[in-house]
Nanobody
Framework: QVQLQESGPGLVKPSQTLSLTCTTS??????????WTWIRQPPGKGLEWMGV???????YYSPSLRSRTSISRDTSNNHISLQLTSVTPEDTAVYYC???????????????????WGQGTQVTVSS
């Protein structure tokens, strides 16, 4: 069984760094051709693709967030991490990690089909 679970602080102050961890189980994050995606949904808005780390460790980011976003992995414990710097209240959202099962090549920008999702974690940016 594949499971994904987001975790991290639910409240972040403006200008600080948002740091979340996606804990995965049921398979290796290095298995081809999986990719591991961060997606967020602000209140009352649609899903926003943030970025992805593929099975080979290559990362791709949304152009609007690239300068502030970093996705990394720890293959020893199958963790996928997200760091978003210099946050503002507009970064308030539910943050999800999700698995893309068919990431055969790079340059796949934007939302795709996902076979597993975490439950999401609410992050509020407020002073």
């Amino acid at each position: 069984q594949v499971q994904l679970q987001e975790s991290g602080p639910g409240l972040v102050k403006p200008s600080q760094t948002l740091s979340l961890t996606c804990t995965t189980s049921g398979g290796s994050i290095t298995t081809s051709y999986y990719a591991w995606t961060w997606i967020r949904q602000p209140p009352g808005k649609g899903l926003e693709w943030m970025g992805v780390i593929a099975y080979d460790g290559v990362t791709y980011y949304s152009p609007s967030l690239r300068s502030r976003t970093s996705i990394s992995r720890d293959t020893s414990n199958n963790h996928i991490s997200l760091q978003l710097t210099s946050v503002t209240p507009e970064d308030t959202a539910v943050y999800y990690c999700a698995r893309d099962p068919s990431y055969y090549s790079g340059n796949y920008y934007g939302l795709r089909g996902y076979d597993y999702w975490g439950q999401g974690t609410q992050v509020t940016v407020s002073s």
